[in-house]
């Protein structure tokens, strides 16, 4: 945050603090990293006297006093999340899915998560205590039956969005300048680019609306009924956005779409197993820190491909800290240590780290430039290309595709990032603003509470958007009236020349 007289408006705000209130919060991403950014909010809610009950499929350790967890791994959920699990190998395939394809396994599989959820035991649960809570938050990221709990307990609904590429209610966001999410295309766009973004965002949109959205509705109404409103009547008051300005860009927002990026990042290192950090203290010549997310299976890539990576790390000087999901890792060099999970934070952290290997997830780069990390970014599903991409053209590190990875590649790329002074003084000065967003907690915690003091007005209306359509809010409607007056009057125009 830049300007401190805002920041001490807000953090005054917080201190005053607001009564205990009952807040409900339900987050399936399958993601553990996506749901602590989640969580950081709700439990420092918690801390700061609130009831607050999560459902998600990964509970909390510890958590503060007043804080209910509701494990979503069992029934339903479990079943269906299994069932992806067998997806793996193929995500790891060198060609790139095309953009059709690419949203139509994001809506098949959001609606099956999604109904999996709102049909668990979990979820009937918490329905029983009908006046029980005075807030929902939900996670967006096309789980919109989710907003029928806020319907359902009369109560406003906050979104909370994984990431700045996230399509939001609002759609501000201008064609000729922000690239769909699912599109690697780079900044400024070319001609071609915007005639492609456009293209794209006409069948997202439609598909959307036609064919996504009524598959939610009918989850929505299978779980509350026929008299809930339509998802289209559900309007947010606030969303919440895990991004920064300062390191994904400037885009167009509303006033109720606040950026609260690095909300997660921690100010005081959680300790590390005695064998990691005697590890990580040991790495004189530099330690690379390797982690496809936590929704990748390392062990699931072709054999040949998790070879190309062995190779390369057994000719490096640096030590390797590689996120595996298996007890052995076959032929593992003796500079590599292996690890289910491990902090992230407190390895890129460490002084010895010196580059990192991603897929290019949000958590993973957006943690990468807090701690000034340079990257090697190799994307292998969704808006990780774009993530990738907008990675190398900041000079943070270099992007490598799936097709092009190979032991020569890889050490050619980790020598680049290590090396290139371009490369390591944009990861400092990232670093430098990266820092600044220690205060996103405490704006995130105001915007809540400040839903929660106003949730007794008629309506949110003020910070809630119309929900116009795709040809709307672009007004290709008007341009397209523009364009066919005059062509029509030319049209009779001829026409009655010709009778002459």
């Known amino acids: 945050m830049r300007n401190p007289v805002l920041?001490?408006?807000?953090?005054?705000?917080?201190?005053?603090?607001?009564?205990?209130?009952?807040?409900?919060?339900v987050f399936p991403s399958s993601s553990p990293s996506q749901v602590n950014v989640y969580t950081a909010l709700t439990k420092e809610l918690a801390r700061r006297g609130h009831q607050v009950t999560v459902l998600s499929p990964f509970p909390q350790k510890a958590?503060?006093?007043?804080?209910?967890?509701?494990?979503?791994?069992?029934?339903?959920?479990?079943?269906?999340?299994?069932?992806?699990?067998?997806?793996?190998?193929?995500?790891?395939s060198p060609e790139p899915r095309h953009f059709f394809h690419t949203a139509l396994h994001l809506w098949r599989v959001s609606v099956g998560l999604t109904h999996a959820v709102m049909t668990s035991p979990q979820v009937k649960d918490v329905m029983k205590n009908k006046g029980g809570y005075d807030l929902v938050i939900a996670e967006h990221f096309l789980h919109e039956a989710l907003h029928g709990l806020a319907w359902y307990f009369e109560v406003p609904l906050v979104l909370f969005a994984p990431s700045d590429l996230v399509?939001?209610?609002?759609?501000?966001?201008?064609?000729?300048?922000v690239p769909h999410p699912l599109l690697a295309?780079?900044?400024?766009?070319?001609?071609?680019d915007r005639l492609v973004n456009v293209l794209a965002n006409a069948f997202w949109t439609l598909g959307y609306n036609y064919y996504y959205l009524p598959q939610q509705d009918a989850i929505s109404n299978e779980v509350f009924g026929n008299e809930v409103p339509s998802i289209w009547e559900i309007k947010?008051?606030?969303?919440?956005?895990?991004?920064?300005?300062a390191l994904n860009g400037p885009v167009p927002r509303m006033p109720w779409e606040v950026e609260v990026g690095g909300l997660h990042v921690r100010s005081t290192p959680w300790p590390l197993p005695d064998e990691l950090q005697a590890f990580l203290d040991g790495a004189d010549a530099g330690l690379v820190y390797f982690s496809f997310g936590s929704s990748l299976r390392c062990s699931q890539?072709?054999?040949?491909?998790?070879?190309?990576f062995v190779d390369a790390f057994r000719a490096l000087p640096q030590r390797v800290v590689w996120v595996y999901d298996e007890d052995e890792l076959q032929y593992?060099?003796?500079?590599?240590?292996?690890?289910?999970?491990?902090h992230q934070q407190e390895v890129l952290a460490h002084p010895n780290t010196v580059a990192m290997i991603t897929h290019g997830g949000p958590v993973s780069g957006q943690e990468a430039a807090f701690f000034g990390v340079p990257v090697v970014a190799i994307p292998v599903f969704g808006d990780q290309r774009i993530r990738a991409q907008r990675t190398q053209r900041d000079n943070l590190g270099v992007m490598l595709e799936m097709r092009n990875v190979t032991t020569p590649s890889l050490l050619w790329a980790l020598q680049e990032v290590t090396t290139n002074p371009r490369i390591k003084e944009a990861s400092v000065q990232r670093r430098v603003a990266g820092a600044e967003a220690g205060a996103a907690l405490e704006k995130a915690v105001f915007w809540v509470e400040w839903v929660l003091r106003r949730r007794g007005d008629a309506r949110g209306d003020a910070w809630s958007a119309p929900r116009l359509r795709f040809w709307?809010?672009?007004?290709l409607d008007v341009v397209g009236a523009a364009l066919l007056g005059p062509a029509a009057a030319i049209f009779l125009l001829v026409v009655v020349v010709l009778r002459k």
């Open 7 to 25: 920041l001490a408006v807000l953090l005054a705000a917080a201190a005053c603090g607001s009564a205990a209130e009952r807040i409900l919060a």
């Open 63 to 92: 958590a503060p006093p007043g804080y209910i967890d509701f494990d979503l791994m069992h029934g339903p959920v479990a079943e269906f999340k299994n069932s992806l699990a067998n997806e793996g190998p193929v995500l790891y």
């Open 167 to 177: 399509p939001l209610p609002s759609g501000v966001a201008p064609l000729s300048y």
């Open 185 to 192: 295309l780079n900044k400024p766009m070319s001609f071609t």
């Open 236 to 245: 947010p008051w606030l969303v919440l956005l895990n991004s920064d300005p």
């Open 301 to 308: 890539m072709p054999p040949a491909l998790r070879q190309v």
């Open 332 to 342: 593992k060099p003796e500079n590599v240590f292996i690890a289910k999970w491990v």
């Open 472 to 475: 709307q809010r672009h007004s």
